[in-house]
């Protein structure tokens, strides 16, 4: 019930194109849901973040589409740059707590310039 | 901008060694962490610190793995006797703990067990 489950494990989009990357999670007592973005050698890094008293943040190319009664949620990209070429982690967590995040399984994104 | 701040950057040890992996976090913040990403794989929480004590810990963090803030500035991760499937980055984050806080990561310690 802990796990965060995150597709596609790898994803080649055009430049340009739009990047979508799916998460869902089983644990209704997470209410914040981050984004982070790696690159290699590096630690992640938060890229945006939803709680889920509503169902779309966006925050410049970046979007984050949230669906509470599915218990899903998803990172749109668009006008993907060579420059968003980096691992992307969904994940989730308990907002107040503090507690311990927990993360999907990661996608490897390549734009293709 | 304030950031969390690991060392070594890599490590390579003997199985069977100590290693003591060094973070200091962002010097306002209260909670800390652990993770840890095996080449390839997801990022694993081994456990959490708050006021002196961890306040929770993973399945991975058994007996050979300790934590410590041995000052008010550096918080270790400190695994007794290496294996080889120990190898793996290894990351610290921070969160200050008020309101609309994110957790901040450091840039990680490989960690190679040979």
């Known amino acids: 019930q802990q796990q965060v489950k995150q597709s596609p494990q790898s994803l080649i989009v055009q430049k340009g194109g739009i990047s979508i990357i799916n998460c869902a999670y089983e644990?209704?007592?997470?209410?914040?849901f981050p984004w982070y973005q790696q690159f290699p050698g590096k630690g992640p890094a938060l890229l945006i973040a939803?709680?889920?008293?509503?169902s779309e943040k966006k925050e410049g190319r970046f979007t984050i589409s949230f669906n509470k009664s599915a218990k899903q949620f998803s990172l749109h990209i668009m006008d993907s740059q060579p420059g968003d070429s980096a691992t992307y982690f969904c994940?989730?967590?308990?907002?107040?707590?503090?507690?311990?995040?927990?993360f999907g399984s990661g996608t490897r994104l390549s734009i293709r310039p | 901008e304030p950031e969390v701040t690991q060392t070594p950057s890599h490590q390579v040890t003997q199985m069977g060694q100590e290693v003591i992996l060094r973070c200091v976090p962002i010097?306002?913040?209260?909670?800390f962490y652990w993770y840890r990403q095996i080449l390839g794989q997801k990022v694993e929480f081994l456990v959490s610190?708050?006021?002196?004590?961890?306040?929770?810990k993973s399945e991975i963090f058994d007996d050979q793995f300790s934590v410590e803030r041995p000052d008010g500035s550096n918080f270790t991760l400190k695994i007794r006797s290496t294996k080889l499937e120990d190898s793996a980055m290894y990351f610290c984050?921070?969160?200050?703990?008020?309101?609309?806080?994110?957790?901040?990561f450091g840039q990680g310690t490989r960690l190679t067990v040979v």
């Open positions: 994940a989730a967590r308990r907002y107040s707590s503090a507690s311990k995040i927990i």
């Open positions: 644990n209704t007592a997470f209410d914040y």
């Open positions: 939803i709680r889920p008293d509503v």
């Open positions: 010097s306002n913040h209260l909670y």
């Open positions: 610190f708050y006021n002196n004590e961890i306040s929770e």
């Open positions: 984050a921070s969160l200050s703990g008020t309101a609309n806080t994110e957790a901040f």
